[in-house]
């Protein structure tokens, strides 16, 4: 028995109704299983007409489910990634910016409960805070409250 093909618009909702998608992300999805005819750009301007389909609530989940583990340029660059860029870029970029030490000490106090002994380990913490795109200035604020929350 030969299994039915969903349609073009049945397979977006399956994927929106799973999680927040980006245009380009969803396009791409889509244009895999796009057959002969179909128009996937006029679907997806049918989903963000609808508002089923929004760029604005793909940004806030991407923000909320990365930023408790990375820093603001890894978020921005998978945000880029997604063509997120202009004008939402720069209101997401600002409003990460006024908690990343907060959130860069959180994620290094997960991982590493004490304070580096020697040079080696400081520059361990500094790898691993830089590798989850933190910026210098907030790893080294991050540093220094482990330090200093030790003593």
Do not use: W
Not at 109 to 122: E, S, V
Request: glycine share 4%; charged share 30%.
């Amino acid at each position: 028995m030969a299994k039915m093909q969903m349609s073009l618009k049945a397979r977006a909702l399956r994927y929106l109704s799973a999680r927040e998608h980006s245009r380009a992300e969803l396009g791409r999805k889509l244009s895999a299983h796009a057959q002969e005819g179909e128009d996937v750009d006029a679907l997806l301007d049918q989903l963000a007409a609808a508002q089923l389909l929004s760029e604005e609530r793909f940004s806030e989940s991407l923000v909320r489910r990365r930023s408790a583990r990375f820093g603001n340029s890894r978020i921005l660059m998978e945000l880029q990634s997604h063509g997120i860029e202009g004008a939402a870029l720069s209101q997401i970029k600002s409003n990460l910016t006024e908690d990343e030490c907060a959130r860069a000490c959180a994620v290094l106090r997960r991982k590493y409960d004490a304070p580096p002994a020697d040079a080696a380990m400081r520059a361990k913490y500094m790898r691993f805070l830089q590798q989850r795109g933190f910026s210098h200035r907030t790893i080294r604020a991050a540093l220094m409250d482990l330090e200093q929350g030790d003593e």
